[in-house]
């Protein structure tokens, strides 16, 4: 199974500013996906990273506020450009993995971003 | 993409059996259905996924019925640790959705 690490784990930031999340993964994978989950809220999708292209992203979201990187199979990094406060949220990075059985997704352990 | 629905809260206690059902009417034929778990302050973990019938392993037991428009995910004598939320997904081939809400299980002593 894939072991994904996010760093940071958490960030107090001020409004108007700006904060890369990196996510990195022990294999090479395709696609790497990102999502905001509000609080006391479900996992809404951001954007969908393949290495080598543009991410695509869900409606909503737009390049210019969260812009993503994927340099290579393993690493991605989500920014989160001109906070404010309505940005608090964690912050995920995810992968899938497919093997005989299933198609499993796994989920780094979030960024909690407060922004004040 | 099919919508997913399923009770917003749960209660139950220590040593019961919980089962947690997943309405998806609009699921298509390459749609597989996924369970996850998540506990507070960390991300989703994979517990089942299925296609028909019934899947089993260490963790739950996956129902799904021969129309495929639903799905009961049950764990078997619950333990406090259990308490968490767990979200139904419905997933084609290599797309994850969007979560919808997910129920919160409360597991009572």
């Known amino acids: 199974s894939a072991v994904i690490s996010q760093k940071p784990s958490r960030d107090i930031c001020q409004r108007g500013t700006s904060l890369t999340i990196q996510c990195q993964v022990d294999?090479?994978?395709?696609?790497m996906f990102w999502y905001r989950q509000q609080p006391g809220q479900s996992l809404t999708l951001i954007a969908t990273?393949?290495?080598?292209?543009?991410?695509?992203?869900e409606s909503g979201f737009v390049i210019d506020k969260f812009p993503i990187s994927r340099p290579n199979l393993t690493f991605s990094t989500l920014t989160v450009s001109n906070m404010s406060p309505e940005d608090s949220s964690i912050y995920l990075c995810s992968v899938e993995e497919k093997d005989m059985r299933d198609t499993e997704a796994f989920f780094g352990q979030g960024t909690r971003l407060t922004v004040v | 993409l099919a919508k997913t629905t399923q009770p917003i809260s749960m209660d139950s206690y220590e040593g019961q059996e919980v089962n947690i059902t997943c309405s998806h009417n609009n699921i298509a034929t390459n749609d597989y259905i996924t369970w996850y778990q998540q506990f507070p302050s960390q991300g989703p973990r994979f517990i089942i996924q299925?296609?028909?019938t019934k899947v089993t392993n260490e963790v739950a037991s996956l129902f799904i019925p021969a129309d495929r428009k639903s799905s009961t995910l049950s764990l078997p004598r619950v333990s406090l640790s259990d308490t968490a939320v767990y979200y139904c997904?419905?997933?084609?081939?290599?797309?994850?959705?969007?979560f919808g809400r997910g129920t919160s299980l409360i597991v009572h002593p």
């Open positions: 299925g296609y028909k």
């Open positions: 990273a393949n290495q080598g292209s543009e991410a695509t992203y």
């Open positions: 997904l419905v997933i084609v081939g290599s797309y994850i959705p969007t």
């Open positions: 294999s090479q994978v395709t696609m």
